[in-house]
């Protein structure tokens, strides 16, 4: 079992990682500094099914516990769920020494961990992640819901007191939710680390890599990537905008082919070759058709899709939280592990996405 502290302006935390680290959350809970009321553990359908009755009997002898349960997937960071959720706390009493378990992937996390943060003006949560991509979504405090204007557009930064991290549970995990998850570590090794990037290409071949021991590293390795940020930035004011890197066109993607069309990863992904290629033509670095033909071996979408318009993602592009005076703010790398953020003039962007769509189709 690994143990890595989580530290930000607000909160220090620790993350335990490992096979069966579930079986500690009691342990966690205890060392809490105050006593707790009643759990409200907040899960997602399929998680349900799974794995909702372990959770349950770990702490049904020491504590009082409800359960609620939203749909699987994207949709379920909306106003509806939220409510529904702020409902069931109301229901079955919570108060403020209650705490919320958010026990799914990154939609729970992000859902229940915004219901933590403004129920009775925020309360205590734990996340305990079920998804690889989690280990980016459940470190760091930000939390949110989206609008169909926007995604993660109605949120706040609310640490967790703990995040328990059970691999096991992660060997139930369709294939393209583990590209989804890999986009992100990708992308902790691309802002922020050359020899992860190198490890990653030798090692994780294809997505049946992603298993035992590897599996754990690249974790590991991605959650290290993401505190270190996050301890020196906690509310991006500065370098937390690298980890939003493939982020802008990603979210837009997401928000135009509808909320769970696509998942985060995949459309990060596309997101990342899109930041990649204007990266190119920028700093002249890091040879974009190199990193189409890896992402490619993955599976990830390499190409925006045709019936998508340019000037509707250019328009949920300036929306994005980065964008200053309505000017695109993109992330770019001037090489692996170099980040630099460049403000974009907006009809030259949107050259550049019809160019970038042009670009894929007449591959
Ligand atoms: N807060 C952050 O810093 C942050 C970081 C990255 C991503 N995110 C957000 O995270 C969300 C995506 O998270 P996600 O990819 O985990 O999606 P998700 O929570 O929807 O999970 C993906 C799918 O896997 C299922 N699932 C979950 N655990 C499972 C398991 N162990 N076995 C089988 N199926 C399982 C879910 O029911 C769902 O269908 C996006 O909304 C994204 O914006 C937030
Ligand atoms: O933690 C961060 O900071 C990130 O940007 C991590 C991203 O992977 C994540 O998808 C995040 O939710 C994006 O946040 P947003 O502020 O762009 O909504
Ligand atoms: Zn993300």
Redesign the pocket.
């Known amino acids: 079992m690994e143990q890595i502290a989580i530290e930000t302006k607000s909160k220090r935390y620790s993350l335990v990682l490992g096979d069966g680290a579930l079986q500690l959350l009691p342990q966690q809970l205890k060392a809490l500094p105050r006593s707790i009321s009643n759990i409200l553990i907040v899960t997602?359908?399929?998680?349900e099914k799974?794995?909702l009755s372990k959770l349950v009997s770990i702490l049904s002898d020491e504590y009082k516990i409800y359960t609620h349960t939203v749909p699987?997937?994207?949709k379920?960071?909306s106003f509806e769920q939220y409510y529904a959720c702020q409902s069931a706390a109301l229901t079955y009493g919570l108060d403020r020494d209650s705490v919320i378990i958010a026990f799914?992937?990154?939609?729970?996390?992000?859902l229940a961990?915004f219901v933590a943060a403004t129920f009775m003006r925020g309360i205590r949560y734990i996340q305990v992640?079920?998804?690889?991509?989690?280990h980016?979504?459940?470190?760091?405090?930000?939390?949110?819901i989206?609008h169909p204007l926007g995604?993660?557009m109605i949120g706040a930064f609310h640490q967790p007191e703990a995040v328990i991290y059970d691999i096991s549970?992660?060997?139930?995990?369709?294939e393209k939710?583990m590209r989804?998850?890999f986009a992100?570590v990708i992308k902790h090794a691309l802002i922020k680390d050359a020899d992860f990037y190198h490890w990653l290409k030798e090692h994780i071949r294809n997505l049946n890599d992603l298993q035992g021991e590897k599996l754990q590293y690249c974790i590991k390795k991605g959650i290290q990537i993401k505190a270190d940020i996050v301890r020196e930035d906690e509310k991006e004011t500065g370098i937390r905008a690298h980890?939003n890197f493939g982020h802008t066109l990603g979210h837009a993607l997401?928000s135009e082919l509808g909320y769970g069309s696509i998942?985060?990863?995949d459309a990060v992904a596309l997101g990342m070759l899109f930041a990649i290629w204007l990266s190119e033509k920028e700093y002249d670095t890091l040879g974009y058709r190199e990193f189409v033909s890896w992402f490619e071996r993955y599976g990830f979408p390499i190409s925006i899709p045709n019936h998508l318009e340019a000037a509707r993602l250019l328009e949920k592009m300036k929306s994005d939280k980065k964008a200053k005076a309505g000017n695109v703010h993109m992330v770019l790398l001037k090489d692996i592990g170099h980040v630099q953020i460049k403000p974009f003039e907006n009809q030259q962007l949107l050259a550049f996405i019809q160019q970038f769509s042009q670009l894929q189709s007449m591959k």
């Open positions: 997602d359908e399929i998680v799974l794995y699987s997937g994207e379920a960071k799914g992937g990154g939609v729970v996390g992000d961990g992640p079920t998804t690889l991509l989690a980016d979504s459940a470190v760091g405090g930000k939390v949110a989206n995604k993660n549970l992660l060997k139930s995990l369709p939710e989804s998850g992100e980890l997401e998942t985060h990863g």
